[in-house]
């Protein structure tokens, strides 16, 4: 969630340099042909994205099994066969200090509109702080 909405959060418009690194920052965002199938993106209503949290491994194997509504719920009826573990792990992120001054301002701008969500909440302490922000106030 927090790659998509950092994806969201990042200018549309800038200087020609700004775009330039806004452009590798949105790439390096983006998931991975691997990470969309096991993420299993679908649409669920207007402007609302589901995707897969989970998936199941075979823990005498350790791979993934397919996740068909059967396997899943053979799965599920029989936790002492299989284990499950993030469909895709987090993935740390180095951005330069133009990008990150980007992405603390349009964070700060939302604070200021009262326009954060909770989805919000853990890149605006990853990038601002809360302490930071209270302090300021």
């Given at each position: 969630m927090d790659r998509?909405?950092?994806q969201n959060l990042l200018p549309k418009e800038g200087t020609f340099q700004?775009?330039?690194l806004l452009r590798e920052a949105r790439e390096m965002l983006s998931f991975t042909e691997e990470e969309n199938r096991l993420l299993a993106f679908s649409s669920v209503g207007p402007n609302q994205v589901a995707w897969r949290?989970?998936?199941y491994l075979d823990k005498e194997t350790g791979t993934p099994i397919?996740?068909?509504p059967e396997n899943i719920a053979d799965a599920e009826a029989n936790p002492g066969k299989y284990g499950f573990v993030e469909a895709v792990p987090p993935k740390e992120f180095e951005f330069g200090d133009?990008?990150?001054g980007l992405?603390?301002?349009?964070?700060q701008d939302l604070d200021v509109k009262e326009?954060?969500?909770d989805q919000h909440f853990g890149l605006f302490e990853a990038f601002i702080g809360?302490?930071?922000?209270e302090s300021s106030q």
């Open positions: 998509i909405l950092l700004n775009l330039k949290q989970v998936v397919e996740m068909t133009v990008v990150i992405i603390v301002k349009e964070m326009k954060l969500t809360v302490e930071e922000n």
